[in-house]
């Protein structure tokens, strides 16, 4: 059974930092495209980055992009998300992802989500 465990959320001001983490378990993670996407209240689950499991191609959404950071320690099964320089508009659930869609963005593209963790930015 295939499981994606997210820890690392919590409250931090604006302007602060927050290293999320994902425990992959439950099958091999090699070919597959792992990554964050996140939902804040009332909004649609968007796209936040992506990394090659095997590889290092790493891919950003907009908004992140030059705060957020990506990688993953294979030995360890374990996805990390650094977020630094975080604002009031990062407040969301954020969901470990894994599907086999190099590069995709789209939320149906993935195949395994895990249960979310809270970020909450205050100003």
């Known amino acids: 059974q295939v499981q994606l465990v997210e820890s690392g959320g919590g409250l931090v001001q604006a302007g602060g930092s927050l290293r999320l983490s994902c425990a992959a378990s439950g099958r091999s993670f090699s070919g597959y495209t792992i990554g964050w996407f996140r939902q804040a209240p009332g909004k649609e689950r968007e796209f936040v980055a992506g990394i090659a499991w095997s590889g290092g191609s790493t891919y950003f959404a907009d908004s992140v992009k030059g705060r957020f950071t990506i990688s993953r320690d294979n030995a360890e099964n374990t996805l990390y998300l650094q977020m630094n320089s975080l604002r009031p508009e990062d407040t969301a659930v954020y969901y470990c992802?894994?599907?086999?869609?190099?590069?995709?963005?789209?939320?149906?593209?993935?195949?395994?989500w895990g249960q979310g963790t809270q970020v909450t930015v205050s100003s």
């Open positions: 992802v894994a599907g086999r869609q190099p590069g995709s963005r789209v939320r149906y593209d993935y195949r395994y």
